[in-house]
């Protein structure tokens, strides 16, 4: 994996800033830290409270509106899986190339497994490690403005 973007003279996550991030979080109070710590970079994030409502805000936006969708697996209702199951075969023009990472406490290879076979770019343990995620949105190729390749 490589390292996340350096700028000279550039915040840590100042990169991020711009970026269109779709959080979909259950949990109200996970959904709010998780919310501000997301903001704090510069990004624009929208939330959902489950995964209906999360595949609903995707779908009902343009192709391209989010640059990465952060998804938590243990919802009522539909789960992370089942929503990225149904987002990716959508049919959408971005559908199978919008990255997505799961969100869990579950952390066994087995739960990294299941997120990866649903569709989901990769895996971020619960409580949410800010440099961690930051390894992951770098590793993923993007058009995430401020973003180096590299």
Same mark, same amino acid.
């Given at each position: ?27 109200? %109070?996970?959904? *709010? !830290?998780?919310? +501000? ?9 929208? #939330? ?6 999360? %595949? ?5 936006? *343009? ?5 990465? !969708? ?12 089942? #929503? ?19 969100? #869990?406490?579950?952390?066994?290879? *087995?739960? !990294? ?10 895996? %971020? ?9 930051? +390894? ?7 058009? !995430?403005?401020?973003? +180096?390749?590299?």
């Amino acid at each position: 994996m490589q390292d996340a973007p350096k700028k000279s003279g550039r915040q840590k996550w100042e990169w991020l800033a711009g970026s269109r991030i779709l959080l979909v979080e259950d949990n109200p %109070l996970n959904r *709010e !830290i998780e919310e +501000e710590l997301l903001k704090l970079t510069g990004a624009r994030v929208e #939330t959902a409270s489950g995964g209906k409502e999360g %595949l609903d805000r995707y779908l009902g936006s *343009e192709p391209g509106s989010y640059d990465v !969708i952060l998804m938590d697996i243990r919802m009522p209702g539909m789960n992370g899986y089942d #929503t990225v199951r149904q987002l990716r075969a959508s049919g959408r023009p971005d559908a199978l190339t919008i990255p997505v990472i799961a969100m #869990t406490a579950d952390v066994f290879a *087995e739960d !990294i497994q299941a997120a990866l076979e649903a569709g989901m770019n990769d895996h %971020l343990a619960k409580p949410v490690d800010m440099d961690r995620l930051e +390894e992951l949105l770098a590793a993923i190729p993007s058009d !995430i403005p401020g973003k +180096e390749e590299g």
